[in-house]
Structures are given as structure tokens and as C-alpha cells.
């Protein structure tokens, strides 16, 4: 248990599905982060969200769309998604200032495959 | 923007040898992290370096920072198998917590 907390682990879905992850912090962080991993790229950050307030989107498909109601929740809503978006999609949350500010604490992943 | 190398890619030991994956950044950076990930598992935490040419030990893993704050290393003394998984160095992506931006990391095998 990392204190990180993401559902559903695992995901299947058709690519006119709509569908949400979730990810949920129990460590008095302020601020969080969705990244995706593939088998063949490195750890791409997506969205950052650091006091509630989205300060990064890396240029991300509008297909994907985080919402964040507190430093404590933080979900990714999926809409019309293509199979090249299958993936690991990791949470991270951090302290968001002082020197620990950017030390990530990851969730376990949700396992995404779009058929 | 900003990009970090990691090399080499996929590294083969047999057990009891050492290890060393190097990491470069395009950019000099403010701090450098290592993070560890299993097989089937995600990225956790190792170490922090904030200072030039600084030098952190836990236990059989030696991190450095170099001199102009743009390249690190981790070295692993006497590799056990616990040592698997990908090894991942990641630097500030900008100012404050605006995320990481990670290496592509190195695989370590190892052959008992």
C-alpha cells in the first residue's frame, strides 16, 4: 500500500466506450499527476494538478480529461479512445513545495486496453 | 524541452557483479531523482540529489550527481536478485511540482 490508492486496476474497453479512472491520496499531499507508460516510451507525464489547479497538460488528446475536486481525488474521464491509447496509466502525488516538492509517491496503475 | 538519456537500455549480470546505469540531461536541473520499478509493479521512490557533485549510499547503491548538475549515475555493488526491475532517473520537468520528466530507464537482468 503506497498511500495511493487507483481503480479499477484493470480496464477493458470499446472505442466508443466512455469510462473513468480514479485515484485517491492518503498522504496530505497537494499536489497530483496522471502519467501514461507504454511498452516502448518512457513515463509520459499528462496532467499535473497542484492545489487544485491544473498547471500542466503536455498537449494531451481531448479524448482524455482529468477532473480534480481536491488535493485528494484526482480522475481521468475516457471518451472515444483509439488502441494506440492502451496502456499503464500511473498516479503520482507529491508534496508540492519545499524540498520534497516533486518526490512522486505513484499508485499501483490502472492496466488500460482499448479494443 | 527539456529531454533526459538513460543508458544503456537493458543490462545482463550474473549475480554478484556490479552494476551502473548513467543518466544526462539536455538541461542542467535543480535536483535529480532514481526511481525503482519491479516487473509488474510502478515507479517507487530511491533518492534525491539537489547538489553538485554530490554522493548519497544506501547500502549497496551508490548515487551521484555531477559536477555541472546535467548527469548522474547509479551503482550497484554485488548485484542480488531483489535487484531486478528498471531503474529510472528523472529530473524537473519545470519549476516546483510540475512533474518529472523521466529517462526511458534501464532494464536490469540478472542470471543467478
Known amino acids: 500500500e503506497t498511500g495511493v490508492t487507483q481503480t479499477p486496476r484493470h480496464l477493458v474497453m470499446g472505442m466508443t466506450n466512455k469510462k473513468s479512472l480514479k485515484c485517491e491520496q492518503h498522504l496530505g499531499h497537494n499536489a497530483m499527476y496522471w502519467y501514461k507508460q507504454s511498452a516502448k516510451k518512457p513515463l509520459e507525464l499528462m496532467f499535473v494538478y497542484n492545489f487544485k489547479e491544473q498547471t500542466e497538460n503536455n498537449s494531451v488528446p481531448s479524448r482524455f480529461s482529468p477532473e480534480c475536486p481536491n488535493s485528494s481525488h484526482l480522475f481521468l474521464h475516457l471518451h472515444t479512445l483509439q488502441p494506440e491509447d492502451s496502456a499503464l496509466y500511473l498516479c503520482?502525488?507529491?508534496?508540492?513545495?519545499?524540498?520534497?516538492?516533486?518526490?512522486?509517491?505513484f499508485g499501483a496503475g490502472s492496466r488500460l486496453t482499448v479494443l | 524541452g527539456q529531454q533526459v538519456m538513460q543508458i544503456p537500455q537493458y543490462q545482463h549480470v550474473q549475480e554478484g557483479e556490479d552494476f551502473t546505469t548513467y543518466c544526462n540531461s539536455s538541461?542542467?536541473?535543480?535536483?535529480i531523482q532514481w526511481y525503482k520499478q519491479r516487473p509488474g509493479g510502478h515507479p517507487v521512490f530511491l533518492i534525491q540529489l539537489v547538489k553538485s557533485g554530490e554522493v548519497k549510499k544506501q547500502k549497496r547503491l551508490t548515487f551521484q550527481f555531477g559536477e555541472a548538475k546535467k548527469n548522474s549515475s547509479l551503482h550497484i555493488t554485488a548485484t542480488q536478485t531483489t535487484d531486478v526491475g528498471t531503474y529510472f532517473c528523472a529530473g524537473p520537468s519545470g519549476g516546483g511540482a510540475d512533474g518529472l520528466t523521466f529517462g526511458k530507464g534501464t532494464h536490469l537482468i540478472i542470471q543467478p
Open positions: 538541461t542542467t536541473l535543480s535536483n
Open positions: 503520482a502525488s507529491s508534496q508540492g513545495r519545499g524540498d520534497g516538492a516533486n518526490v512522486l509517491t
